[in-house]
């Protein structure tokens, strides 16, 4: 098992757990283990739930399962409300531990309850899809949608503990197992060369989700983060580069009605943003042209843009979007990037 620590000076530290099995005997059961005496209120997917072991009774359990719909509904005023409701009609007290299990919507809108309840109780997350493993575990980041944006409320509320079994996304669907892969060549790109050249060489067993490149990947990715996290834990500097291919990627899910996957959009937004940064004079075109290879070897072709001016309305509403300025995110070379102050005008149309 490998364990990671992020620890921000200002901040509550997380740590986090990866090794496939760790959670073979459910989650139920990791629960009694780890917080023993203590109720904890496991907030599963119900689409995961069986398979994670989050129904029936563990020995050293104390507490219950509450099931919700995940997706991107879930992550609303409505449903944070319901299940805080229900945690409330549960006996959640300030003693309690909540544990959000499956992909990212269930723990941005479980990580915002745990921090609204009675102002603040623990927070444990189980990701049970590569994209949140990777991309929302850690760094405390929790919202929930409105209609004008994504993830435009929510709060800062780390989890203590963060639990990830790769062995859980063996039956990941296909399309959700390439999202996870976008935000992981996120990463590659803009802040690990490493972590780029370990794509490049294990593509094909990645694709195959062999459980060694898969884990290395995990590990790379969640470590780069908590580096950027540490330094910056409010995001008011470097941890904006963790937002590369975000600023269009979140516009082209919003305008997909979310039908467009979050990774995938996110490597789209990449493409533009590699396009953004050669116009620029920030990115060699050497550089430009491997990135977009790695792109294209994990099936992520560049795709024409269409619906320009809607696109512009929710790209001037990103939370990135400062007195009118967009502070973009744009890679400078391999496992480099670096944010640049424009117009969403002229981040949306480089050319």
């Not at 990671?4 to 629960?31: F, K, M, N």
């Not at 575990?137 to 800062?156: C, D, F, H, M, R």
Request: aromatic share 4%; proline share 5%.
């Amino acid at each position: 098992m490998i364990e990671l620590r992020c620890a921000p000076a200002d901040g509550r530290p997380t740590l986090v757990r990866i090794g496939s099995g760790i959670l073979g005997d459910g989650v139920l059961a990791a629960a009694g283990q780890r917080f023993p005496g203590r109720r904890t209120f496991v907030v599963a997917d119900r689409s995961v739930s069986a398979a994670t072991g989050c129904v029936g009774a563990a020995a050293g359990h104390a507490g219950a399962t509450i099931l919700v719909d995940g997706g991107e509904p879930l992550k609303s005023f409505g449903g944070v409300e319901d299940l805080l409701r229900r945690l409330v009609r549960a006996g959640a007290d300030r003693s309690s531990v909540l544990v959000a299990v499956g992909g990212g919507s269930v723990g941005d809108a479980v990580g915002l309850a745990a921090a609204l309840l009675l102002r603040g109780v623990e927070l444990v997350l189980a990701p049970t899809t590569l994209l949140a493993m990777v991309d929302s575990s850690v760094g405390g980041k929790t919202a929930i949608n409105l209609p004008e944006g994504k993830n435009l409320v929510g709060a800062y509320w780390p989890a203590s503990e963060v639990w990830i079994d790769p062995g859980f996304l063996a039956t990941l669907p296909e399309n959700e197992w390439r999202s996870g892969l976008g935000e992981v060549l996120k990463v590659a790109i803009g802040l690990d060369a490493e972590l780029f050249e370990h794509c490049e060489r294990h593509a094909e067993s990645l694709l195959a989700r062999d459980v060694d490149a898969t884990t290395t990947a995990i590990t790379r990715s969640i470590a780069a983060k908590i580096s950027v996290v540490e330094s910056d834990p409010l995001e008011t500097g470097p941890r904006r580069l963790l937002n590369l291919g975000h600023t269009l990627g979140h516009a082209l899910e919003i305008a997909s009605d979310f039908s467009i996957p979050h990774g995938i959009a996110v490597a789209r937004g990449l493409h533009h943003a590699i396009d953004v940064a050669t116009t620029a004079g920030k990115l060699a075109a050497a550089d430009a042209q491997r990135i977009r290879k790695l792109l294209a070897s994990f099936g992520f072709e560049p795709a024409p843009l269409t619906g320009r001016q809607a696109l512009l309305q929710l790209v001037e509403r990103d939370k990135k979007v400062v007195g009118g300025q967009l502070h973009a995110v744009l890679p400078t070379g391999i496992g480099s990037s670096a944010t640049f102050r424009m117009t969403p005008a002229a981040f949306l149309s480089p050319r």
